[in-house]
C-alpha cells in the first residue's frame, strides 16, 4: 500500500523514507526497487501458507480471498518497481507454492467447495494475465520491458564490472578486501569505460562482494553454508510430510533460495528486514527438515 501511495504523489512524495530512492517508483518500505519487488515476491509464499495451511478463527473461504487479492495487488506494484529479479522470483514463487503447500482441498473444503476454490483459482489466473497485457499495452510493465531489453542488459553496469571486481578478488586474495572498503577500492579500479555521474556503491552480486571482502576465511563459510542447506533440502524432498513444520520447512527452503539468487545480482540481504527473514528462515528451515516423520504435526 505504501508503495501505491508513493506512486500517487509523484516524485517528491513525503511516502519516501530515504534520500537517495528510486523516485517515482512504489519501493515501499525500502530505498531500492528491486529490494522492495523481490520482499513482495517472496511474501506471497508465506502469505499463501497463512491463507490455505494456518489454523485461525478466519474462515478458510476468506482467507483464500485474501491471498488472491494480496497477489492481485502485489503483481501490478512488482511489475511497476521496473525489477527484472523481483518479476522472475514472483513467478518462481507461485510455481512452488503448490511443493510448499501440498494441501488437498477436497480434504479441507469437500468436494463441492474445492471445485468453487478450483475455478477461481483459474479466474485469478485470467486476471492476473489480464492485468499483465493491460499494463504492456499502455506502456506501464516496467519489468517486463527491462527483462525483454536484451540493450539494456548488456548495458548494466553490475555486468560491465565484473571483470574488474574479480580482478579485485584475486589480487587480494586469500585475505580480502575489508568489510567495507569495496566503494573505495573499487573507485581505484573502475576503468574509464566505466565512469558515470553515479557512484557504485556495491558490487550489486552479494556472493561475489562478500568473497572479495572476506576472503578464503569468508568463502569457507559460504561453502559450508551451501552444504548445509542443500542437506536440508535433500531432507525435505525425502521427507513428505503434510505437517506445519514441514510447511514452514518448504517455505523457508524458497525463501532462502529466493533471496540466494537475488543476492546474485543486488544486495537484498544487506537490509534488515530481509536480514531478519532471511535469519527466521534457517531456523525454520532447521528445525522442520530435522524432525522424524513421527512427531511432525498432522494436518487436521
Known sequence: MLGLVQILGGGNSPAYLYRPTSLGLPVGLF???N???VFLALALAPLSVWGLRSRGKIALPIRIAMVVGGILL???VIILTGSRSGLIMTFGVLLLLPWILRVSLKRRLGNTRSQIVTYAALAVVVLVV??????VSNDQATSISRLLDTNELRAEKRILAAPVMIHMLKDFFPVGIGYGAFEPLFRAYEPDALLTPTYFNRAHNDVLELAMSGGLLTIAVMVVFA????QRCIALFRN???GLPAIYARLSAVLILGLILASITDYPVRTPIITAVFALACMWLEDGSRRPPNIVESER
Open 130 to 135: 489480464a492485468v499483465i497485457g493491460y499494463m
Open 74 to 76: 502485489s503483481l501490478p
Open 35 to 37: 529490494h522492495q519487488a
Open 240 to 242: 513428505n510430510e503434510r
Open 31 to 33: 530505498a531500492n526497487r
Open 227 to 230: 552444504g548445509w542447506f542443500v
